[in-house]
């Protein structure tokens, strides 16, 4: 492929999911950061599961050799919970522009909608994506 030509990137199966659960544990909560602040999961940690649930949604389908890595977030954070409690993201991939995926994505705990809203991740190749990155 010369430096002119657009890769073509396969067509992933839209509606493809992926889950990711986990009881979460103290460090995950905000008063990890801060002893003052509550002990619920704290944002950063929910969106983490959102991204893994989105990846594991496409990695049986992905080229060998690729990954996906996030670009774009767009959550709301609804409802606090406490560690211990059992939290599970879901993803569902919606829409595919090229090396560009977007996924619907939720957290809950029981019935209870923690979060919800949209994750973006595109396609690299681990070892060029790393070279530039390291040059940075």
Do not use: C
């Not at 493809?16 to 602040?37: M, Q, R, S």
């Not at 940690?45 to 774009?72: D, F």
């Amino acid at each position: 492929m010369t430096s002119t030509e657009t890769p073509q990137y396969p067509q992933l199966p839209i509606g493809a999911e992926g889950t990711f659960e986990k009881e979460i544990p103290v460090e995950w909560t905000l008063v990890a950061y801060d002893p003052n602040l509550p002990g619920v999961l704290s944002t950063p940690h929910m969106i983490s599961m959102m991204e893994i649930a989105a990846a594991m949604a496409v990695k049986p389908h992905l080229p060998e050799g690729y990954l996906t890595v996030g670009t774009r977030i767009e959550v709301d954070h609804l409802k606090a919970v406490t560690a211990g409690k059992l939290v599970v993201a879901t993803a569902k991939l919606v829409a595919q522009h090229g090396r560009f995926l977007t996924f619907d994505v939720q957290a809950r705990t029981g019935d209870v909608i923690l979060g919800h809203g949209q994750v973006k991740r595109a396609f690299i190749l681990p070892k060029p994506f790393l070279s530039k990155a390291e040059a940075r």
